[in-house]
């Protein structure tokens, strides 16, 4: 069963900190990954896209990725109240391009 | 440009029921996906159309759903008879490319539709 772990949460950060969230993956053969954002109720949108190894930035955004520990994570500087979402990490199966999702890491930036 | 639209945003029926979920994807895109999500868990594929054809649907949990994209555009999911354990968020999703795929692959979501089965 090839799977893609998150740890569910709440993560609180502090206004203004970096917020750190991470998700592994049991398919060595994933080529692709991605974070999404999901609001309550709303849909999930994509925020960054990772394909090689090492990091990816788009402002305040930093995605991570080690194929060798077969590990991604989201970097959030400057974290603001309006990051506070759940946070969906996702992986692309070997042998298609199915996506695995994990559960999601809820976040909650404190004023 | 409109984006990924469902209905109904939730629907409440009872066990046995049939109810009929639609998806209208954004102009344009070929690949509509189908996904669930069951409280607390993880998004689950269903299936996968790529225009009209069913390109993927190893996800399906049964023959109570029945998913169809006729002419290629939008696309329905109907369950019948529905039974407790259906009940989730239903998300579908459109892509220019496949799912990701490097600078098509971008998944665009709906707001999805939430079935309760009672």
């Known amino acids: 069963q090839k799977e893609v772990e998150q740890n569910s949460g709440p993560l609180s950060v502090p206004e203004g900190a970096i917020a750190s969230l991470n998700c592994t993956y049991s398919d060595r053969g994933s080529q692709s990954f991605f ?24 402002g305040r955004f930093t995605a991570q990725l080690n194929k060798a ?21 996702a992986a692309t199966m070997d042998s298609n391009y199915q996506l695995i999702w994990g559960a999601g890491t809820k976040l909650i930036i404190k004023p | 440009e409109a984006g990924v639209t469902q209905f109904p945003s939730h629907s409440v029926i009872e066990k046995g029921q049939t109810v009929t979920l ?87 979501f709906g707001e999805g539709s939430r079935l309760t089965v009672l």
């Not at chain 1, 974070?35 to 090492?54: A, D």
């Not at chain 1, 991604?72 to 969906?88: E, F, K, M, N, W």
């Not at chain 2, 996906?33 to 269903?46: A, D, S």
Request: proline share 5%; aromatic share 12%.
């Open chain 1, 35 to 58: 974070w999404y954002r999901q609001y309550s109720g709303k849909s999930p949108e994509l925020i960054m896209s990772i394909y090689s190894n090492g990091d990816q930035e788009d």
């Open chain 1, 69 to 89: 520990s077969q590990y991604v994570s989201l970097l959030i500087r400057d974290s603001q109240p309006s990051d506070s979402a759940t946070y969906l990490c």
């Open chain 2, 22 to 108: 639609r998806c209208d994807p954004i102009s344009g895109h070929d690949n509509l996906y189908w996904y669930r999500r069951v409280m607390g868990k993880e998004i689950k594929f269903l299936l996968h159309f790529v225009k009209e054809s069913k390109q993927d649907e190893s996800g399906m949990p049964n023959n109570r759903f029945l998913a169809e994209r006729t002419g290629g555009t939008y696309s329905t999911l109907k369950v019948q008879p529905a039974e407790l354990e259906d009940s989730g968020v239903y998300f579908c999703a459109s892509s220019s490319g496949l799912a990701g795929q490097p600078g098509t692959g971008e998944l665009f």
